[in-house]
T-cell receptor
Framework: KAGVTQTPRYLIKTRGQQVTLSCSPISGHRSVSWYQQTPGQGLQFLFEYFSETQRNKGNFPGRFSGRQFSNSRSEMNVSTLELGDSALYLC??????????????FGQGTRLTVV | TQLLEQSPQFLSIQEGENLTVYCNSSSVFSSLQWYRQEPGEGPVLLVTVVTGGEVKKLKRLTFQFGDARKDSSLHITAAQPGDTGLYLCAGAKNPGGSYIPTFGRGTSLIVHP
């Protein structure tokens, strides 16, 4: 069974540009969550999608957005990039997140560097 | 303000030593999970605890959930170099019908041979 796949693995962008990251969840998983990981703040929740609907959103500015397709694949977009957006962006999938013992399966992440 | 505080932030020990990592919060969680993350990889779930006072053992790792479900600890006995990694605790609440984990900043563990 294939794991969570994130593309691309590495990205270098210039301030002011926008970027789109992709995540393919484990087959059959309907919940996809996105996280930003930085040394200073750790793993911070961006948003969660379930059956193409955004179900939860973290405390990030509107420059961060996402969507989920009918096949559960998800994309996140960051517009008007800032230096502080440099981070590892992780995607996690789960069958659903309606249980407290739900396991999140993470991809390897996309390392975004903004210069 | 970090909802979950982990300590220590860094730990460097010799093979064979024991260690304990702590995860504390002022909030009550429905569950508490521990993940381990290796360089270049995403976090991998080690254990989930859901009942206050619960203790789970996974080989040399012992996990405990506080009675009030606000804190947890991870104890490793006779650490090995393969235990090296970033240990993350994550507490889950139930906003809007889904359990979204909130992560601590992690404890970076290095075990020297």
């Amino acid at each position: 069974k294939a794991g969570v796949t994130q593309t691309p693995r590495y990205l270098i962008k210039t301030r002011g540009q926008q970027v789109t990251l992709s995540c393919s969840p484990i087959s059959g998983h309907r919940s996809v969550s996105w996280y930003q990981q930085t040394p200073g703040q750790g793993l911070q929740f961006l948003f969660e999608y379930f059956s193409e609907t955004q179900r939860n959103k973290g405390n990030f500015p509107g420059r961060f957005s996402g969507r989920q397709f009918s096949n559960s694949r998800s994309e996140m977009n960051v517009s008007t990039l800032e230096l502080g957006d440099s981070a590892l962006y992780l995607c996690a999938s789960s069958p659903n997140s309606g249980r407290p013992d739900t396991e999140a399966f993470f991809g390897q992440g996309t390392r975004l560097t903004v210069v | 303000t970090q909802l979950l505080e982990q300590s220590p932030q860094f730990l460097s020990i010799q093979e064979g030593e024991n260690l304990t990592v702590y995860c504390n919060s002022s909030s009550v969680f429905s569950s508490l999970q521990w993940y381990r993350q290796e360089p270049g990889e995403g976090p991998v779930l080690l254990v989930t605890v859901v009942t206050g006072g619960e203790v789970k053992k996974l080989k040399r790792l012992t996990f405990q959930f506080g009675d009030a479900r606000k804190d947890s600890s991870l104890h490793i006995t006779a650490a090995q170099p393969g235990d090296t990694g970033l240990y993350l605790c994550a507490g889950a609440k139930n906003p809007g019908g889904s359990y979204i984990p909130t992560f601590g900043r992690g404890t970076s563990l290095i075990v020297h041979p």
